[in-house]
């Protein structure tokens, strides 16, 4: 079983990229399930009309992050709706579901959606216990995990810590795609980062001079807006046994347009 998970998508440019390349590079590579983060599709936070694109280029499920509640109008989406997910360890107030099964011809699929701690800028619970309390509830052999975190450590914890209890666990948040892709020692599929999918051209795909101008200490804030020119589509592609749930390979993979 082929599963494809994708960085974080940035901005109504990295939309279009995301609906021009998906479907093809799934043919191309026979991918069985797609999982895609969404938290940034408007830079910032995610609306209905975006998430309903990124389904429409190819995910199956849709996977959030730190920004999953900045656009008021994909709160009664995220009830709506079971195949976007956002961090489970936050309130038990917050709309929508962290981590749900997927029906698909290999049997059920199980996908988990956590937040890191380290470096965050609000208090979720620890998502080393809520991966305890969910793995509990999951029947399918098949469990992927979208950890999105700030500390490198913290994401290589987790995956070490659920080795050979779970199919694979990848990071998202820091928009870098890293060179770790690997199948740890029990057999779960393992990467820091998948990076993004975005301009090229970019800091974290937003212009570069917003974020020099804020290293340099410019007193006057204007809110992140996407880069301009050619994209870039990051993530990893997993092969997993759907009988054992045990990873066989990992790769990173990059499309560049």
């Known amino acids: 079983m082929n599963i494809l998970a994708i960085g974080d998508v940035v901005g109504l440019n990295a939309l279009t990229f995301l609906r021009k390349t998906l479907w093809g590079f ?31 280029a190819g995910a199956d499920v849709i996977t959030l992050g730190n920004h999953a509640f900045q656009k008021n109008t994909i709160l009664q989406y995220l009830d709506d709706t079971p195949r976007i997910l956002r961090p489970s360890n936050l309130s038990p107030l917050a709309p929508g579901m962290g981590w749900g099964q997927f029906a698909t011809a290999f049997g059920d699929v199980a996908v988990i959606n956590l937040i890191g701690r380290c470096g965050m800028d609000f208090g979720p619970d620890s998502p080393f216990y809520e991966a305890e309390r969910i793995l509990k509830k999951i029947t399918a052999r098949v ?14 914890a987790m995956g070490w810590h659920l080795d050979g209890r779970i199919s694979a666990l990848w990071g998202t948040h820091t928009h870098v795609q890293t060179s770790d892709a690997r199948v740890l020692p029990k057999g779960t599929g393992f990467i820091t980062d998948l990076g993004m999918t975005g301009p ?20 006057k804030r204007v809110p992140y807006t996407q880069a301009d020119g050619p994209c870039k589509m990051e993530g990893a592609l997993f092969e997993v046994d759907p009988d054992t749930g045990k990873c066989l390979s990992v790769e990173a993979v990059r499309v560049t347009g």
């Open 26 to 56: 799934r043919k191309l590579k026979g991918v069985d399930f797609c999982v895609v983060n969404g938290e940034n599709a408007s830079v910032v936070g995610i609306n209905p009309h975006e998430a309903s694109e990124i389904f429409a």
């Open 143 to 156: 469990v992927l995990m979208d950890f999105h975190a700030e500390a490198t450590s913290e994401k290589g």
């Open 200 to 219: 090229v051209d970019s800091i974290l795909g937003a212009r570069p001079e917003q974020s020099v101008a804020r290293f340099l200490g410019e007193p």
